[in-house]
């Protein structure tokens, strides 16, 4: 018997396809079955990779007694959080009201309209305290819909009524730089002084947070604060979060030292902890990271796959972290953990930056190759009808739309390619797609529209806007920052207005919760400090002049030869107007005003103020 699921793309909801259990995938066909029927919903979200997720799986949605509760009592609808972003952030807001512990696989009983009124997230299939039995859990929710409906539905009302609050937010002036030093030495107050990172077990990178602290501004006004980052990459490149064999960094410690670690290996880690790396000017890590993302999460079609799974077959049985815990000979010996192929728009824009940004200023062209493939890929299998979607498998795109977030993070993908390539049509390209994002997020306007889950607005069901940066950027700071990319390459003033006009959207809100707004905090930074910006005008791009621009402390650093700066200037990013006439010359701006040109790589400083440290 296969249920609904087995049609689907996403890999996670196909491992589901022979459950007992009736799933339907997420969609409008669900919510009218539950209205037929007039039961509660039993929204179950998780993604392939999640270890507690396949057991669950195992105990409860594997089991046909267990199943046969579910089917009877409720519509069943399975949702992979990676294809729909905004359902999970809608959900995971919604749990919140009834469980501290959240995470996934979460599960959540809605009313047919889709309001939650109970959810919590791994339940086993006997008791154990201090958690009741799923099939416990099952019995009590549907006697409560049954005998208590009236409370359950005022329960889902209050929940939503909240979260209406919640969404709400006032704009406030752009952060000066003494309050962003403020929310840095806030974050650093939360420092394992012991062990490194931030907080107890378990044990996250945060790498949205350590960009933050890294930002120059930061390390300028902040220093303090500045090197807990450093000290924090340190950490986790000595313990057992990172793979000494392949480079890659798994999900997260379990413990506060950073030992046992959940072993599923996310691209949107790895991807950020790559600039981290770079920034910190730690090479090793950073070259064995990107030697894990070229050699592990590649497609075929030339994409990265999502993530790499926690569990992998071992003389015939599921083990999480087996793989791991043997040598590299050992480790031929056995099938590597399996990678989920979903190439996911925004993710992939977080590598491909990632990757030609280290590409670039490590004379790694092989890396920028990759990752001009990757951006290949996406355009071409992740776009229907010249729109974005949300992601693709073996080049069959899916339905759920981009969001804003992957708009912004692919966009920003696409302007560094620009600059590690000097070919103008990536800018181009990025230009077109941020333009249609920031169109149809309404920026600029006092109501912006950053949800774009058809379902959930059909539904009426409140979603909570991707506002704040967790383990990846928001859509809310991924357009910022897509913005700032595209004035500081001169695409115009009205850019650097859109990335202002959206930080100041919550810049109130991420003064007083700086951990959970390192993205956009570090956005707020750079538009304090003006953008330093080189061009390096040249036939050679490996001449040592180009190499001091590689080395010098700047925010773009663009080699291109003289017929690429014009592309550059024609397509109309002022950053290049003009430079063209001659090669061999770099020019030192800031903001836009450049110091006189020169040919000799002694004379580009090194530091961001101009002079030699």
């Given at each position: 018997?296969?249920?609904?699921?087995?049609?689907?793309?996403?890999?996670?909801?196909?491992?589901?396809a022979d459950n007992p259990v009736d799933w339907y995938?997420?969609?409008?066909?669900?919510?009218?079955?539950?209205?037929?029927?007039?039961?509660?919903?039993?929204?179950?979200?998780?993604?392939?990779?999640?270890?507690?997720?396949?057991?669950?799986?195992?105990?409860?949605?594997?089991?046909?007694?267990?199943?046969?509760?579910?089917?009877?009592?409720?519509?069943?609808?399975?949702?992979?959080?990676?294809?729909?972003?905004?359902?999970?952030?809608?959900?995971?807001?919604?749990?919140?009201?009834?469980?501290?512990?959240?995470?996934?696989?979460?599960?959540?009983?809605?009313?047919?309209?889709g309001r939650a009124f109970y959810a919590g997230t791994?339940?086993?299939?006997?008791?154990?305290?201090?958690?009741?039995?799923?099939?416990?859990?099952?019995?009590?929710?549907?006697?409560?819909?049954?005998?208590?409906?009236?409370?359950?539905?005022?329960?889902?009302?209050?929940?939503?009524?909240?979260?209406?609050?919640?969404?709400?937010?006032?704009?406030?002036?752009?952060?000066?730089?003494?309050?962003?030093?403020?929310?840095?030495?806030?974050?650093?107050?939360?420092?394992?002084?012991?062990?490194?990172?931030?907080?107890?077990?378990?044990?996250?990178?945060?790498?949205?947070?350590?960009?933050?602290?890294?930002?120059?501004?930061?390390?300028?006004?902040?220093?303090?604060?500045?090197?807990?980052?450093?000290?924090?990459?340190?950490?986790?490149?000595?313990?057992?979060?990172?793979?000494?064999?392949?480079?890659?960094?798994?999900?997260?410690?379990?413990?506060?030292?950073?030992?046992?670690?959940?072993?599923?290996?996310?691209?949107?880690?790895?991807?950020?902890?790559?600039?981290?790396?770079?920034?910190?000017?730690?090479?090793?890590?950073?070259?064995?990271?990107?030697?894990?993302?070229?050699?592990?999460?590649?497609?075929?079609?030339?994409?990265?796959?999502?993530?790499?799974d926690s569990e992998s077959w071992i003389d015939g049985?599921?083990?999480?972290?087996?793989?791991?815990?043997?040598?590299?000979?050992?480790?031929?010996?056995?099938?590597?953990?399996?990678?989920?192929?979903?190439?996911?728009?925004?993710?992939?824009?977080?590598?491909?930056?990632?990757?030609?940004?280290?590409?670039?200023?490590?004379?790694?062209?092989?890396?920028?190759?990759?990752?001009?493939?990757?951006?290949?890929?996406?355009?071409?299998?992740?776009?229907?009808?010249?729109?974005?979607?949300?992601?693709?498998?073996?080049?069959?795109?899916?339905?759920?739309?981009?969001?804003?977030?992957?708009?912004?993070?692919?966009?920003?993908?696409?302007?560094?390619?620009?600059?590690?390539?000097?070919?103008?049509?990536?800018?181009?390209?990025?230009?077109?797609?941020?333009?249609?994002?920031?169109?149809?997020?309404?920026?600029?306007?006092?109501?912006?529209?950053?949800?774009?889950?058809?379902?959930?607005?059909?539904?009426?069901?409140?979603?909570?806007?991707?506002?704040?940066?967790?383990?990846?950027?928001?859509?809310?700071?991924?357009?910022?920052?897509?913005?700032?990319?595209?004035?500081?390459?001169?695409?115009?003033?009205?850019?650097?207005?859109?990335?202002?006009?959206?930080?100041?959207?919550?810049?109130?809100?991420?003064?007083?919760?700086?951990?959970?707004?390192?993205?956009?905090?570090?956005?707020?930074?750079?538009?304090?400090?003006?953008?330093?910006?080189?061009?390096?005008?040249?036939?050679?791009?490996?001449?040592?002049?180009?190499?001091?621009?590689?080395?010098?402390?700047?925010?773009?650093?663009?080699?291109?030869?003289?017929?690429?700066?014009?592309?550059?200037?024609?397509?109309?990013?002022?950053?290049?107007?003009?430079?063209?006439?001659?090669?061999?010359?770099?020019?030192?701006?800031?903001?836009?005003?450049?110091?006189?040109?020169?040919?000799?790589?002694?004379?580009?400083?090194?530091?961001?103020?101009?002079?030699?440290?």
């Open positions: 018997m296969t249920n609904r699921l087995a049609d689907t793309l996403s890999p996670y909801l196909r491992a589901h995938p997420w969609g409008e066909e669900a919510f009218a079955e539950a209205q037929r029927r007039d039961v509660p919903l039993l929204i179950s979200i998780g993604y392939s990779t999640c270890h507690w997720c396949h057991v669950m799986a195992r105990e409860s949605f594997a089991d046909p007694v267990t199943a046969a509760a579910i089917n009877a009592g409720f519509v069943a609808v399975k949702v992979d959080r990676e294809e729909h972003p905004d359902v999970d952030g809608a959900f995971m807001a919604a749990a919140s009201a009834f469980t501290q512990n959240l995470g996934w696989p979460l599960t959540v009983f809605a009313t047919p309209a791994y339940w086993p299939p006997v008791a154990r305290a201090p958690l009741p039995a799923f099939r416990d859990v099952l019995a009590a929710v549907r006697e409560a819909w049954t005998v208590r409906r009236e409370a359950a539905e005022e329960s889902a009302d209050a929940v939503a009524d909240v979260l209406r609050s919640a969404a709400a937010s006032a704009p406030s002036d752009l952060p000066t730089a003494a309050q962003l030093a403020d929310a840095a030495r806030m974050i650093a107050a939360r420092e394992d002084s012991t062990f490194g990172g931030f907080g107890g077990a378990p044990k996250f990178p945060v790498a949205t947070t350590l960009r933050f602290l890294q930002a120059p501004l930061v390390r300028r006004e902040a220093p303090d604060a500045a090197a807990t980052a450093a000290r924090a990459l340190a950490a986790m490149v000595s313990s057992e979060l990172r793979d000494e064999i392949d480079g890659g960094f798994f999900r997260y410690a379990t413990q506060r030292d950073w030992s046992a670690p959940h072993y599923e290996r996310m691209l949107i880690d790895n991807a950020q902890l790559l600039d981290v790396a770079r920034d910190e000017g730690d090479t090793p890590t950073a070259r064995g990271i990107a030697s894990f993302l070229l050699a592990v999460l590649p497609r075929a079609g030339g994409g990265f796959g999502a993530a790499q049985e599921r083990s999480e972290g087996g793989y791991y815990a043997r040598g590299a000979a050992a480790r031929a010996l056995l099938d590597a953990p399996a990678v989920d192929g979903k190439v996911i728009t925004g993710w992939n824009g977080l590598a491909i930056a990632a990757l030609a940004r280290a590409g670039a200023a490590l004379s790694e062209p092989e890396w920028i190759a990759a990752a001009a493939t990757a951006a290949q890929a996406v355009l071409r299998d992740n776009t229907v009808s010249g729109v974005l979607v949300r992601a693709s498998l073996d080049g069959h795109a899916a339905e759920a739309p981009a969001t804003p977030a992957d708009h912004g993070q692919f966009a920003e993908a696409l302007f560094e390619l620009a600059v590690a390539t000097g070919d103008a049509q990536w800018a181009v390209t990025a230009r077109a797609l941020l333009d249609e994002a920031l169109a149809r997020a309404a920026v600029g306007a006092e109501e912006m529209s950053l949800v774009v889950d058809p379902v959930l607005q059909s539904q009426g069901i409140v979603a909570s806007p991707d506002v704040s940066d967790g383990d990846l950027p928001s859509g809310l700071s991924s357009l910022a920052s897509a913005a700032l990319a595209a004035w500081r390459l001169g695409a115009g003033e009205r850019y650097r207005d859109a990335s202002a006009h959206l930080v100041r959207q919550h810049a109130d809100a991420a003064q007083k919760q700086p951990f959970a707004h390192g993205a956009l905090l570090r956005i707020a930074a750079a538009l304090v400090d003006p953008p330093r910006q080189i061009v390096v005008v040249t036939d050679h791009p490996n001449a040592p002049l180009a190499q001091a621009a590689r080395d010098a402390h700047a925010d773009v650093v663009a080699i291109v030869s003289p017929t690429q700066a014009r592309a550059f200037a024609d397509a109309g990013f002022e950053l290049f107007d003009g430079k063209d006439a001659r090669a061999g010359l770099a020019y030192d701006c800031r903001a836009f005003v450049c110091k006189l040109p020169v040919g000799d790589p002694a004379q580009l400083h090194p530091s961001r103020e101009g002079r030699r440290t």
